[in-house]
């Protein structure tokens, strides 16, 4: 969860490497936003695939809040707006099949 923090590098690797593995972003404090900070420090040296990353929901911020700070936090990480419809929905979609 939460994109592998504290170990991200290792997930960030596992995921690139294994078609089966897919990373989520959930949250929303420290752990979260520590996330684009890491991956900038490395360098971006793992690519992240984010049409393999999924929007998770374990918080208590108002749902629009924390869709409005997963946004943030995507594009700090370098995500392209024309992957936002996979993180958000339709990555879920295809993993479990509906």
Known sequence: AHMGF???????????????????????????????HLYNASGRQVPIDFNKVLWGSDNCLPPDQHIR?????????????????????L?????FGI
């Open 6 to 36: 504290p170990w991200c590098l290792n997930a960030w690797f596992v995921a690139a490497g294994n078609n089966n593995v897919w990373l989520d972003i959930a949250g929303g404090s420290f752990w979260s936003t520590s996330l684009p």
């Open 91 to 95: 990555t879920a979609a295809k993993v």
């Open 69 to 89: 700070f997963s946004k943030k936090l995507l594009a700090d990480l370098g995500c392209p707006k024309k992957c936002l419809s996979a993180v958000f929905g």
